[in-house]
């Protein structure tokens, strides 16, 4: 099994930066990828940003030059950095890690965009 906790969420005008941290523990030699999804009120879960073990990265077409997803492998963390962030950004964020045999999720962390 795999642990992921996440932090860094918050509230941020328009424009402004914020950047998110999951730290994994358990069965961390097990994750092929991490990513980060989000899910704004009403709306279905979306990815935001995936990154493989070999560093390959994907991103949304709605973050592509605001969003930077990074790995760091010696402190098991993946981080999420939000540049010139827009009202439509506003969800719960949730940092995920597939296994070959699972996916896991974190607890999610709210990212509100307002002035």
């Known amino acids: 099994q795999v642990q992921l906790v996440e932090s860094g969420g918050g509230l941020v005008q328009p424009g402004g930066s914020l950047r998110l941290s999951c730290a994994a523990s358990?069965?961390?030699?097990?994750?092929?990828?991490m990513g980060w999804y989000r899910q704004a009120p009403g709306k279905q879960r979306e990815m935001v940003a995936t990154?493989?073990?070999?560093?390959?990265?994907n991103y949304a077409d709605s973050v592509k030059g605001r969003f930077t997803i990074s790995r760091d492998f010696p402190k098991n963390t993946v981080y999420l950095q939000m540049n010139s962030l827009k009202p439509e950004d506003t969800a719960v964020y949730y940092c995920?890690?597939?296994?070959?045999?699972?996916?896991?999720w974190g607890q999610g962390t709210q990212v509100t965009v307002s002035s």
């Open positions: 990154i493989t073990n070999g560093g390959s990265t």
């Open positions: 995920a890690a597939a296994l070959p045999s699972n996916y896991y």
């Open positions: 358990g069965s961390i030699f097990a994750i092929l990828n």
